[in-house]
C-alpha cells in the first residue's frame, strides 16, 4: 500500500505542474476569494500575484482569537474531563477552549502561516504529540507552481478538510461541536496541492503521515482528496476522501482505513444558514483468526441557523452517530464480560448567538444526548442512557 500511495500521489504532483505549465500563457481565471460564513474554504488562496509595476515583496498578516467559555454537565465527571470530545470539554470549570495569535505571511509565488494554539482543546486533541508539536493549531509554508494560475504546493501542519465544522467555534453556527468533527482529523500533517479547475471548482490532493498525525505512527502514508464545489456564492458542496494505514503499537491489528464525507453549506444572506453533513468509513483489521475483517462506523447531521436581528440569532443541531465496533469511540462503561458497550448516540442542541461587538461573540447552548445504550452516567456514577449539558461562552477576536 505505501509504494502504491506515493507513488500515485507524486504522479498527481508531476501532472498539475505539467499542467501549470501548459496554461501559463492563457489569461488566468479568476478564483473566488471569499469564503463561505460558518466553513473555511479549504482552497482559499492567500497568494496575489504581482501586477507589472508592483514590489515582489510580500505581506504579514496578524492575527489573534481567545474562545473562553464554562460548561455544566449534569453528569458531574469526577475528573472535570466531559467524555467523549476534546472540544469545550471542561465540566464547572471557567477556561480557554483555544487561543491563538497567528502570523500569516503571503507573497507572489510564496506564502507561509505559524499559529501556536493553547487551552483545553489542545490540551486533549493534541495529547499524544510530542513535545512542542501539542501547540500547532498551523504551521506550513506553500509555493506557487504557475504563474497566472493558484496551484499552490504547501507543506507542514494545515487545517482539515472533513466535515461541515471545524475547531474555531466563531466560524461555526453552534458553540459546541458535534460527533462529526471530533472524530476526524481537525488538523492534517503532509504536502496539500491545491488545484482549481474552473472558476466553481477547486480540488485538492494530500499526503499525509496519517489520521491527525504530526508524529507519524507507522512507515506507512496516506493520501486524501477533496473536491469543493461553489456553486455560487450562497451554497458549497464538498466531498472528501481518505485511505490511509492505520497500523500503531496502540492498535497493531488496524490496517487500512477508508473514509468519506459529505457535507453542504448554505448561507443565503437572509435570515436563515443551513448546513448538513453525511460520511462513513471502513477499518481494516486483522483478526484474531488470522482473518481481515471490517469494522465500520458513520453519522449524520443537521445544523440551522434563524436570525431575529443583526446581532441576535438561534441556532439549532439534530446529530446521529453509530459505532458499533469502537473504532473511533471506546463507550466509557463496560457490558458483560467486561468489554465496552457499542456506541451510539444522539444529540439535541438549542445556542443563542449574540454579537456583542463586531469582533466579539457571546453564546448560550443547551445540549441533550440520548441512547438506546448505557454509554453515558448520571451524577453518582452509574450508567445512563442520557446526558444533559449546559454552556456558555465569549469569543473575541482580532
Not at 497566472?148 to 466563531?170: A, R
Not at 472528501?240 to 473514509?259: D, I, K, M, W
Request: charged fraction near 15%; include cysteine.
Amino acid at each position: 500500500m505505501k509504494p502504491l500511495l506515493v507513488a500515485i500521489f507524486f504522479f498527481v504532483i508531476c501532472w498539475s505542474v505539467t499542467y501549470a505549465q501548459s496554461v501559463s500563457a492563457v489569461q488566468a481565471d479568476t478564483i473566488r476569494g471569499d469564503t463561505v460564513p460558518g466553513h473555511p474554504a479549504g482552497g482559499e488562496s492567500i497568494g496575489t500575484p504581482t501586477v507589472p509595476g508592483e514590489s515582489a515583496r510580500g505581506k504579514v498578516t496578524v492575527s489573534g482569537y481567545v474562545d473562553a467559555y464554562y460548561g455544566y454537565d449534569f453528569s458531574r465527571p469526577p475528573t472535570g474531563d466531559r467524555p467523549y470530545f476534546v472540544s469545550s470539554a471542561r465540566h464547572n470549570e471557567m477556561t480557554i477552549n483555544l487561543a491563538f495569535v497567528s502570523v500569516s505571511y503571503t507573497g507572489a509565488n510564496v506564502r507561509a502561516k505559524l499559529t501556536p494554539g493553547f487551552g483545553t482543546y489542545m490540551n486533549a486533541n493534541y495529547a499524544n504529540e510530542p513535545g512542542t508539536l501539542r501547540n500547532l493549531v498551523e504551521a506550513n509554508v506553500g509555493v506557487k507552481l504557475a504563474k497566472t494560475k493558484d496551484i499552490w504546493l504547501d507543506v507542514g501542519v494545515f487545517g482539515s478538510p472533513y466535515t461541515n465544522e471545524g475547531p474555531i467555534s466563531k466560524d461555526q453556527l453552534m458553540y459546541t461541536r458535534s460527533f462529526a468533527p471530533e472524530y476526524v482529523p481537525y488538523y492534517l500533517s503532509g504536502l496539500k496541492l491545491t488545484l482549481p479547475l474552473s472558476q466553481k471548482l477547486t480540488a485538492y490532493l494530500y499526503g499525509l503521515n496519517g489520521w491527525q498525525q504530526i508524529q507519524d505512527q507507522n512507515a506507512g502514508k496516506a493520501i486524501g482528496t477533496q473536491l469543493e464545489y461553489r456553486p455560487t456564492g450562497k451554497l458549497l458542496l464538498n466531498w472528501n476522501t481518505y485511505v490511509g494505514n492505520e497500523r500503531s503499537t496502540s492498535q497493531p491489528a488496524y490496517r487500512t482505513r477508508y473514509f468519506s464525507d459529505v457535507f453542504v453549506i448554505y448561507t443565503p444572506g437572509g435570515r436563515l444558514d443551513a448546513t448538513a453533513c453525511v460520511y462513513g468509513g471502513i477499518q481494516n483489521r486483522l483478526g484474531t483468526n488470522g482473518q481481515m475483517e471490517q469494522d465500520q462506523w458513520w453519522q449524520i447531521n443537521a445544523v440551522g441557523r434563524y436570525k431575529f436581528t443583526e446581532k441576535t440569532s438561534l441556532s439549532g443541531r439534530l446529530e446521529y452517530f453509530n459505532d458499533p465496533r469502537n473504532v473511533q469511540i471506546t463507550a466509557i462503561n463496560e457490558q458483560g464480560g467486561g468489554s465496552p458497550f457499542q456506541f451510539r448516540s444522539s444529540s439535541a442542541s438549542l445556542c443563542l448567538n449574540i454579537n456583542v461587538a463586531p469582533s466579539v461573540l457571546a453564546r448560550f447552548e443547551s445540549r441533550t444526548f440520548f441512547s438506546d445504550l448505557d454509554v453515558f452516567r448520571t451524577a453518582t456514577g452509574n450508567p445512563a442512557r442520557s446526558s444533559q449539558l449546559l454552556i456558555g461562552n465569549l469569543t473575541a477576536w482580532f
